[in-house]
């Protein structure tokens, strides 16, 4: 396991190049799917429940159907793309992401500084967390910190990760493990 460097739950603290809260959050949720390995914390109730509970995105006492982890898997690969298509998505791939904000209740928080924050309805419905991410990326957009949120350029890997270089030219989730593959993959292209 790496190194503790965000606080946050434990499902979220191994990632390797971890994003601020709260858009850590949205990093980890996405990151649920590793496309290598195939591994999906989300594919079934008894794999996910105890991912978002200590993720903090489900009660411990919620009920958890089916159709909830369905539509969560279609909320998860439509942020991943709007990661991977960096600003110009595929219309079809935001239709999860436009029917979560349908479903969405929010409503406005005013703290003892005066400022003001959007926060989801809160209820045990995992429809509600997953808005609550929704706004998330919502204000990430608006502070500039989504851009540095990242889809590794490797196909086969789309490892969701914060990009924290000066120049927010980061490409790959691992330098030393995707980095080479494209790397070795564009010599042996050359030397043909």
């Known amino acids: 396991m790496n190194e503790q460097r965000e606080s946050g739950p434990a499902p979220l603290l191994a990632e390797e190049k971890p994003a601020p809260m709260p858009l850590l959050l949205v990093q980890g949720f996405v990151n649920t799917l590793d496309l290598e390995e195939g591994a999906d914390a989300l594919a079934d109730a008894e794999a996910a429940r105890p991912w978002l509970v200590e993720s903090g995105l489900l009660n411990r006492r919620a009920d958890l159907c089916a159709a909830d982890l369905a539509f969560a898997r279609e ?3 439509s942020i991943r793309g709007l990661l ?3 600003g110009n998505p595929d ?3 935001l239709a999860p992401v436009r029917e979560l904000a349908d479903r969405g209740r929010a409503r406005l928080l005013v703290s003892n500084q005066g400022e003001l924050s959007l926060k989801s309805s809160t209820s045990d419905d995992l429809g509600d967390a997953l808005f609550g991410l929704a706004l998330v990326i919502y204000g990430a957009q608006q502070d500039g910190t989504w851009k540095r949120l ?4 490797i196909p086969e890997c789309r490892w969701i990760f914060y990009d924290r270089s000066r ?4 490409t790959w989730c691992e330098m030393a493990v995707c980095g080479n593959r494209i790397k070795n993959r564009e010599f042996r292209a050359r030397r043909r």
């Not at 990242?150 to 350029?153: D, G, R």
């Not at 120049?167 to 980061?170: I, M, T």
Request: include cysteine; charged fraction near 25%.
């Open 84 to 86: 991977v298509q960096e």
């Open 167 to 170: 120049n927010q030219q980061g």
């Open 75 to 77: 909320v998860r690969e």
């Open 150 to 153: 990242k889809a590794c350029a």
């Open 91 to 93: 219309p079809g791939s």
